[in-house]
């Protein structure tokens, strides 16, 4: 019997960072969600940002791709995790067919960026095309569950 | 056959290079402009947060100052007991806008850090809004401000949605049309629910808002009236908050207002559809997320 695991549901603009291992559900349309472990702790952290760059407007919350990435890793540095040790997993961004802003992609090239500059590897991605997913992430062990959602709705 | 190019194609296809590139170029300049406008807010951002940071200092200081100077008086003990009671009053107000201050500044915390996590029950609307205007008795009645409650939800309707946030959004909107409305002015509330949307306006007498104002007015840390002898109290977060908040319950805010006349802020938020969900689990497309067992999983 696998013991019982907390859940916990990320909304967009939250991130979740804990030591205790959770399944974190989440669902993405052109948002996306960076998914970071420590192999050497085994913990996990995940973010839900929806736009790529914070411009000034407003709270300067993890809704915005830039700030999202650098507080979930300053989180993660909290809880003990060393930058070193970090793998990353990107899923999301994907792109409404009938717009030109592209924030899916947007969203997914702040995430490489942002990441290269801390040296941090994707260890796997699932991004882009034009339909929404359903993330499952297990922080006490990296593995993440995907799903494409049956409609093509972007959230 | 011979790839080649009669002279017309030829022309065609210089004039489409040249129009690419001169749509490059202006899109070059206007990224440059939009650096520019972001580089600028950055820097106005700062001063910003420098203003704040002196400005709350008068903004806790004060209120801190009155309230240790009115208790001690009380502690002192030779006053009769309406005296008393007024000091009393007045250290539930300061203590009270105190308290509501600091809501702003944690929320603005807690959403700054992706920490506010949602906790959407069923409200009764009205008496939710019946509360908060009697909560602000004490500015309302030293203003001499006249205020109307209209309630158009029908009786026991109840609405799913996350009562700290919407609690807080709807102070800081009563709190705004106290304090920039005139002496003797009015505030009107009307809540209604059309379409499963929360509606809820609130209309002021008071300064009003230039359209050139209308966006910046939710900017972090800004106040329009700067200076050191600022007109009205505050630190500049209700609103930025105020729309954070509504932005993750799901809910908009639009704003009509002629300057010298006053202004009408108008909520719109939407229902959640699961309320009371205990296991902290509940979508906002009505979707479950117990997938596991089934096969089109894809592992990472």
């Known amino acids: ?155 | 056959m011979k790839n080649e190019l009669t002279d017309t194609e030829l022309l065609q296809e210089l004039k489409n290079r040249f129009d690419k590139n001169s749509l490059l170029l202006e899109e070059e300049k206007n990224l440059t402009a939009q650096l520019n406008a972001v580089n600028e807010k950055l820097i106005l951002s700062e001063d910003l947060k420098t203003n704040f940071l002196s400005n709350i200092r008068n903004e806790i200081n004060n209120p801190i100052a009155s309230i240790l100077e009115l208790s001690k008086n009380i502690m002192e003990g030779n006053m009769d007991v309406d005296t008393m009671k007024r000091f009393g009053v007045l250290i539930h107000a300061e203590a009270f806008d105190l308290d509501f201050q600091f809501k702003n500044i944690f929320l603005s915390a807690e959403i700054e850090a992706g920490e506010s996590p949602l906790s959407i029950i069923s409200v009764n609307v009205g008496s939710i809004l019946d509360n908060i205007i009697s909560s602000f008795e004490y500015r309302i009645h030293k203003k001499k401000i006249q205020v109307t409650f209209e309630n158009l939800i029908e009786e026991f309707h109840y609405f799913h949605t996350d009562t700290e946030k919407f609690h807080l959004i709807m102070s800081n909107l009563l709190a705004n049309a106290i304090t920039f409305n005139r002496e003797g002015g009015s505030i009107k509330i009307v809540s209604k629910i059309e379409n499963n949307q929360l509606i809820i306006s609130v209309q002021d007498t008071g300064i009003g808002i230039s359209d050139k104002n209308k966006e910046r007015i939710y900017n972090r840390f800004l106040q329009l009236d700067t200076g050191s002898i600022k007109t009205y109290g505050g630190h500049g977060l209700g609103l930025t908050v105020t729309k954070a908040m509504l932005e993750i319950i799901q809910g908009e805010i639009t704003l009509s207002s002629e300057v010298g006349v006053g202004s009408i802020f108008t909520v719109t938020i939407d229902q959640f559809e699961n309320a009371g969900d205990d296991s902290g689990i509940s979508s906002t497309d009505g979707n479950d997320f117990l997938f596991g067992q089934d096969e089109e999983d894809m592992l990472f």
């Open chain 1, 1 to 155: 019997m696998e013991e019982e695991i907390a859940k916990h549901y990320l909304y967009p603009s939250a991130l979740f960072a804990e030591k205790a291992p959770h399944i974190v559900d989440t669902v993405l349309g052109s948002c996306v969600a960076v998914c970071l472990y420590d192999q050497k702790l085994k913990i996990g952290g995940i973010n839900h940002y929806m736009l790529p760059f914070w411009n000034g407007n407003g709270l300067a919350s993890p809704k915005f791709g830039n700030i999202a990435i650098e507080k979930l890793i300053e989180k993660m540095i909290k809880n003990g995790a060393s930058v070193e040790n970090m793998i990353a997993k990107v899923f999301g961004g994907a792109n409404q067919m009938d717009s030109t802003m592209q924030i899916g992609n947007r969203n997914i090239e702040i995430a490489k960026e942002q990441l290269s500059h801390y040296k941090i590897k994707i260890v796997a991605e699932n991004t882009g095309g034009t339909i929404g997913r359903k993330l499952k992430y297990h922080t006490g062990t990296g593995q993440v569950g995907m799903k494409f959602l049956e409609k093509t709705g972007i959230i």
